[in-house]
């Protein structure tokens, strides 16, 4: 199995010759007038994840169970709210403590097709009389049918 980039699409070849690809966008809450934009430079690991959720959506129908697609799913949308958090934040030290992230699952009507994912991740400074928290978070949603993943509303934030 490989993944690619190819005009801000995963291109991934599951065992077989199936092709497969998703497309990756993003709003961003705080510059909603950008409108939808591409997601680039994806990092290895987001691209093994994608690449693991499409072999796994090409085998036949009922061969995967439905818990190992949505367990392929999650880890997608946690992969890509912490390539997002690693590209946006600078602070750099060893006075930065990794605070939890959590990617929830949003009931769907119809599952099979669609996914969605609440998710966030944030690191907190505490040293000397300083607080601060540094934050992503947003809505992550897999249209199995259309191949696409968008990320609704993908805010980053440092306060403090």
Excluded at 23 to 42: A, C, D, H, M, W
Excluded at 69 to 81: F, G, Q, R
Excluded at 141 to 160: A, V
């Amino acid at each position: 199995m490989f993944a690619t980039i190819n005009n801000y699409q995963i291109v991934a070849e599951p065992m077989g010759n199936k092709m497969s690809s998703y497309s990756l966008t993003y709003t961003n809450r705080f510059y909603k007038s950008q409108g939808v934009q591409p997601i680039e430079n994806l990092s290895p690991a987001l691209l093994d994840k994608i690449a693991h959720l499409t072999a796994l959506r090409a085998q036949p129908q009922g061969s995967v169970a439905s818990e190992e697609l949505a367990k392929a799913s999650h880890d997608v949308a946690y992969e890509l709210i912490d390539m997002l958090f690693r590209r946006d934040f600078s602070g750099d030290g060893k006075h930065w403590s990794f605070d939890g992230h959590h990617a929830t699952a949003v009931a769907s009507k119809n599952p099979e097709i669609e996914e969605t994912y609440e998710v966030s991740e944030s690191y907190c400074w505490d040293w000397k009389d300083i607080y601060s928290i540094a934050e992503s978070k947003g809505v992550v949603t897999f249209n199995h049918e259309k191949k696409t993943i968008f990320l609704k509303d993908y805010g980053f934030y440092c306060s403090g």
